[in-house]
């Protein structure tokens, strides 16, 4: 595939509606489809194993959700060299109800890197022992900051084989995967009127979704939701939520808050049994979907 210097963003965008749709279609599929897709699950994962998954995961809908949370550093807690949506998005859980979740993400981690650093063992054994106690459980997963770095030496076809095994795996367990597309950075190009944001990240938006199609898996799009929002917010008001002046990449305590919000309000949209599990926030809610700051 060549990497034209104007990228895909047009097709993307065309794409997406017709993915929105395709989410619509799947969470109107409940996880049947998720489960039952030829989806690329861990080598010697009998067939039997997998269907024993679809009933578990069948018998736990309804219960209270637990949600395991696998990234980079804008996936990650607020730090000194990192910072993302994960802690507001766990926040927006009804703990209170139930509801748990566990940030696993790592500033700096890739496809490879978290697998490498058994990362994704011990998120899956916490996610096979959530199904265990008959938790609904989930299993996000957001990579592509740091695979796109070319001295990483991850290719786009290896990016999406490796989020494609990572979905597949949390299938065979018994949870339910979401392939979540990087959150925008917060680069403007300068030269347009209104100034937009500098997508450099098109390519990894685009192949988390075609493994999420290919796959049967669920996705939210933030790459699409969050660009849109700064994009109409501009480049003043989106600084405001830099870890440090001038981080375009990570966010602080208030940005993890507000997209932390906007991947809650994509997933209990995207997937609806979530949403009794979701603690609502109609006023950060209103400002994200009118694009003003929150
Ligand atoms: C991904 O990019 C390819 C190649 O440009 C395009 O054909 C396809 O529609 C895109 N898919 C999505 C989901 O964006």
Known sequence: MALSPSGP??????????????????SGLGNHRAAAA???????????????????????????????????????????????????????????????????????????????DGLWAQLTSSARLAVAEGRDTFVTIQFGHNDKNPAKG????????????????????????????????????????????DDDLAWQQNRTLVAAVQGGFPFVDLHRRSMDYVNAIGPA????YSRVPGD???????????????VADLVSKNLPRTGAWIKKDAELTGKIQAGVPA
């Open 9 to 26: 963003h047009g097709l993307v965008r065309t794409a997406t509606s017709v993915l929105a749709a395709f989410a619509v279609i799947l």
């Open 154 to 197: 991850i290719s786009l076809d290896a990016y999406q084989a490796n989020l494609a095994r990572m979905a597949g795996d949390v299938a065979a367990l018994g949870a339910t995967p979401i392939l979540v597309t990087p959150l925008t950075k917060r680069l403007f190009d300068t030269n347009t009127t209104p100034p937009r944001v």
């Open 38 to 116: 030829p989806a690329p699950v861990s080598a010697g994962s009998p067939s039997g194993h997998h269907h024993q998954s679809l009933d578990t995961r069948q018998a736990n809908i309804g219960k209270p959700v637990a949600f395991f949370l696998a990234g980079d550093s804008t996936t990650a807690a607020q730090s000194s060299t990192g910072g993302g949506w994960g802690p507001g998005f766990l926040s927006t859980l009804d703990t209170t109800r139930g509801a748990t979740g566990r940030n696993f993400a790592k500033d700096g981690a890739t496809t490879v890197s978290f697998v490498a």
């Open 248 to 262: 375009n990449v990570h966010i602080n305590a208030r940005g993890s808050v507000v997209f932390g919000r906007l």
């Open 237 to 240: 008001s989106a600084a405001a």
